[in-house]
C-alpha cells in the first residue's frame, strides 16, 4: 500500500482491523460524493493487520469521530503527492451528535429534538442522559 497515488486528499491509517468500515460509515463516507477507497486487512509489522481509508479529497474530517473509533489512528494530509501534515488524534472527552444512545427508555428516544451526547468515562462512553454505554 502507497499514498503515493493520492496527490491530494487524506490518508487515514493504522485502523485496527475491521474498524474501516465503521469509520466510513460514521464520517459519512459511504453516502458521500467523495472518492473513498477502503483497504481491509493490511499486513502492520505494529498491529498485525489494519484497515486503511484514503479519500482523493482535501476535504476536513471530525477528528472527534475518527479519535472515539480508533484513537491510535494516524490521519495524513496529502498534497501535491506530498505527506504534510500528520494528525494527532485523542480520544474525545464528549462526543455529540456521532452515535445514538441504544436505551429504549433514555430520554433521547421521546425528545427528538435532544442531542445525542456521550461523555467518556473510566469503562468508555456513556449516555449524559441515562448513562447507558455506547455501543
Ligand atoms: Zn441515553
Known amino acids: 500500500m502507497n499514498i503515493d497515488s493520492i496527490q491530494n486528499g487524506v490518508v487515514i491509517d493504522h485502523i485496527s482491523a475491521g474498524k474501516g468500515m465503521e469509520l466510513v460509515r460514521l464520517l459519512g463516507l459511504d453516502t458521500s460524493d467523495l472518492s473513498v477507497a477502503i483497504i ?24 472527534d469521530i ?7 489512528a494516524t490521519v495524513n494530509v496529502i498534497r501535491n503527492g506530498v505527506l504534510v501534515e500528520k494528525k494527532k488524534l485523542t480520544r474525545p472527552k464528549i462526543l455529540k451528535g456521532v452515535i445514538h444512545c441504544k436505551n429504549p427508555r433514555c430520554i433521547t428516544q421521546v425528545e427528538q429534538e435532544l442531542g445525542h451526547e456521550f461523555r467518556l468515562t473510566d469503562d468508555g462512553y456513556r449516555c449524559v442522559y441515562c448513562e447507558a454505554k455506547a455501543g
Open 66 to 72: 475518527i479519535g472515539f473509533v480508533d484513537p491510535e
Open 40 to 63: 481491509k486487512n493490511v499486513h502492520s509489522e505494529k498491529l498485525g493487520k489494519k484497515d486503511i481509508i484514503k479519500v482523493d479529497a482535501d476535504v476536513p474530517f471530525n477528528l
